[in-house]
């Protein structure tokens, strides 16, 4: 089973400041990485495909990017409602998995 | 626009059954793979179960093989997710996610159903 990491578990950030998340495999999953955002008490939400194909309706300060085993989740600007956890997933082997989660907090 | 729909959740005692729902609409389910993804509380995200648009190949998580059961009904545009044997470990948010074209990343979610294993 491949198993997502991500740093850190938990961000508290300004508005319009830069995150940065990371998730990192276990092995090699080329570019079969997928990221997704969880705000309290709804559903995921697909936010960005194949580590770095952006979605429709995505606000574009929404960035992946990274192959192999290393991966980024990159907002910039920072605004509230982007208060959320945000999960990797990776689709390269069966079982599919998913990172432990990021919770990032507005200061 | 895309909707999906769970029910069936419900409070049922270690060891018994219940049967999920998913009721689709908003796009033409038979050419689309589905999955059940859950989410115990406080928790992360754990991929359950997938199924093909043709029911020709399904997947299961080893913590549910042998207990849970994925179909769906194409003519009814539902999915199936019968869980037999539950265990309190199966406590979780059940949510539906329709698989992109790929079949690779779950483009869009269902609201979730929330099962309770307890005594």
């Known amino acids: 089973e491949i198993v997502l990491t991500q740093s850190p578990d938990f961000q508290s950030v300004t508005p319009k400041e830069k995150v940065t998340i990371t998730c990192r495999a276990s092995?090699?999953?080329?570019?079969?990485l997928h990221w997704y955002q969880q705000k309290p008490d709804q559903s995921p939400k697909l936010l960005i495909k194949y580590a770095s194909q952006s979605i429709s309706g995505v606000p574009s300060r929404f960035s992946g990017s990274g192959s192999g085993t290393d991966f980024t989740l990159t907002i910039n600007s920072l605004e509230a409602e982007d208060a959320a956890t945000y999960y990797c997933?990776?689709?390269?082997?069966?079982?599919?998995?998913f990172g432990q989660g990021t919770k990032v907090e507005i200061k | 626009e895309v909707q999906l729909v769970e029910s069936g959740g419900g409070l049922v005692q270690p060891g018994g059954s219940l049967r999920l729902s998913c009721a689709a609409s908003?796009?033409?389910?038979?050419?689309?793979?589905m999955n059940w993804v859950r989410q115990a509380p406080g928790k992360g995200l754990e991929w359950v179960s997938y199924i093909s648009s043709s029911s020709s190949t399904i997947y299961y998580a080893d913590s549910v093989k042998g207990r849970f059961t994925i179909s769906r009904d194409n003519a009814k545009n539902s999915l199936y997710l019968q869980m037999n044997s539950l265990r309190a470990e199966d406590t979780a948010v059940y949510y539906c996610?329709?698989?992109?074209?790929?079949?690779?990343?779950?483009?869009?979610w269902g609201q979730g159903t929330l099962v309770t294993v307890s005594s």
């Open positions: 092995q090699s999953i080329g570019s079969s």
């Open positions: 908003g796009f033409t389910f038979s050419s689309y793979s």
């Open positions: 997933h990776q689709s390269s082997s069966l079982p599919w998995t």
């Open positions: 996610a329709r698989a992109d074209p790929n079949g690779l990343n779950f483009d869009y």
